[in-house]
């Protein structure tokens, strides 16, 4: 929505902060220099807690830095354990000597709130009166979707993360500075062996089966995990459905603010569960997985998909997938015919009011992705299902290609009379009659901002030929000014 803002010209809204111009953000996103960025000085704290100033070149020259962009209404100064375990952290990756520096972004109303958030941080801090590059620093480093957020910034002032779980799994700073690896292929990141209650399991076979992934916290959440109505659907389907348990707690003795896993807690409720096989307590795949489908970011959501997911591979030799989260559609059924819509594939179209990505069963940024929306609100129902039918194959045909790789992926909507379907309308001017088809589109490479571009199509016919040619060639349409 702030995109669509910007190219319409509008003031940009920033959480509390205020109003951004896009000339002005446009300006700021082209500088490269920390002091340009966080301005020629910050706040620092003294030996004996005082809030002082220091210079910025000097305090962050050549060091990777994590913003935390907060506020005391927000958070809550004693009770925020992902602060804690951030202030352990900083203090050990210092006294490593560690090139990193960690700089407090604050969404407070008032300055005595400010004082009393930053009071228990030991880090920098931009000046509280400089809210205009509060405001800036916020959107160039994406916290625009809601505080708390942190992001890592590399020493070219580039991101890195837009999380910290990097930090979280790395109280020593051992992996400093974090930088992305390449995946690795998803045979190898599932393995071939599987703890059951008999003894060890080869994936190879379960091949005659759809294989499900569920992610909970078998070894440090306080109640164990229940899942009744996919407990029920395992019951009726298990001559040709397998699942396999994926502890989401932190591999032990990682640092953490999380209880230390326990492996008789891990052995005790994976026993209590129906399901025969899980990957063994400990074993670094199961964080590895969690990363691999982004279910859990950590510190900046809550709680996490990670707890209580389930996971269906329509590969388990590519990692391609039928549904990131298929308790989402499970839930909808009665338990005592769980399992009905086995194997409970993702929805290739979601509606657009209120979208997110567990609309459709994904858990990726929907924010990121290119996106074709269909605009029916100005027909009637008739029409409304023949250009959601000629949607749907292609919708279909996309799903199956996405194995988070980085491979590129669409989200298709339908987008109907609804007061947030009327204000994007008229915020993009698209016309009134018939189904307008918008897509976003990711810049090309080699662009000088990362800001998607908006094209428009108003075919005479929806047929699916019409759809596919826009999405092949949508920058052949009408851009959106």
């Not at 669509?4 to 953000?25: I, K």
């Not at 920098?124 to 959107?139: G, H, I, K, Q, S």
């Not at 070894?219 to 396999?244: G, H």
């Not at 008229?426 to 998607?452: C, F, K, N, T, Y």
Request: proline letters at 7%.
């Amino acid at each position: 929505f702030i995109i669509l803002m910007m190219m319409a010209g509008r003031p940009v809204f920033v959480s509390n902060l205020g109003d951004v111009s896009p000339e002005a953000l446009a300006t700021f996103e082209g500088l490269t220099s920390f002091t340009e960025i966080f301005g020629d000085t910050l706040c620092k704290k003294g030996l004996d807690g005082e809030i002082l100033t220091g210079n910025t070149e000097e305090l962050l020259g050549g060091k990777v830095i994590c913003l935390i962009f907060d506020a005391l209404w927000a958070t809550g100064a004693s009770t925020d354990a992902n602060l804690e375990y951030l202030v352990k952290c900083y203090r050990t990756y210092k006294s490593r000597g560690l090139d990193f520096e960690v700089i407090f972004v604050s969404h407070d109303k008032t300055a005595e709130d400010f004082a009393e958030l930053y009071g228990v941080m030991p880090w920098l801090a931009l000046p509280f009166d400089a809210l205009e590059r509060r405001r800036l620093v916020t959107l160039r480093y994406k916290a625009y979707s809601g505080i708390p957020h942190k992001a890592l910034v590399n020493v070219d002032s580039s991101i890195i993360a837009l999380d910290v779980k990097a930090l979280y799994e790395d109280e020593e700073g051992g992996n400093f500075p974090w930088l992305p690896k390449p995946p690795k292929p998803f045979s190898e990141l599932l393995g071939n062996k599987f703890q059951s209650k008999s003894g060890e399991v080869a994936l190879s076979d379960l091949v005659d089966k759809k294989i499900g992934l569920y992610f909970c916290r078998l070894s440090t959440a306080e109640r164990p995990p229940q899942p009744l109505k996919l407990m029920a659907a395992y019951e009726r389907l298990q001559d040709k459905f397998e699942v396999i348990v994926v502890d989401s707690s932190r591999t032990p003795g990682q640092g953490s603010w999380d209880p230390e896993p326990d492996l008789a807690v891990f052995e005790n409720r994976f026993a209590a569960l129906p399901f025969k096989f899980c990957i063994p307590f400990g074993d670094p795949r199961s964080l590895d997985l969690v990363h691999r489908f982004h279910l859990r970011v950590i510190g900046n959501t809550s709680p996490p998909l990670s707890d209580n997911a389930l996971l269906m591979l329509a590969d388990h030799q590519t990692g391609d997938v039928l549904n990131v989260n298929a308790l989402t559609i499970l839930e909808e059924e009665d338990e005592t015919d769980a399992g009905v819509r086995f194997p409970w594939p993702a929805r290739p179209i979601a509606d657009f009011e209120g979208a997110e990505g567990k609309c459709l069963g994904w858990s990726w940024d929907t924010s990121r992705a290119m996106s074709l929306i269909l605009f029916t609100d100005h027909v009637d129902a008739e029409s409304r299902e023949r250009a959601k039918a000629a949607l749907e194959p292609i919708a279909r045909e996309y799903m199956p290609r996405v194995n988070f790789d980085g491979e590129q992926h669409i989200l298709f909507f339908m987008a109907g009379a609804d007061p947030a379907t009327k204000d994007i309308r008229e915020l993009l001017h698209i016309p009134d009659d018939g189904v307008v088809l918008v897509m976003r589109v990711q810049p090309p490479p080699g662009a000088d901002d990362d800001i998607s571009d908006f094209f428009y199509s108003v075919p005479e016919q929806v047929t699916e030929q019409a759809i596919r040619d826009f999405i092949t060639d949508p920058r052949g349409a009408t851009r959106i000014q």
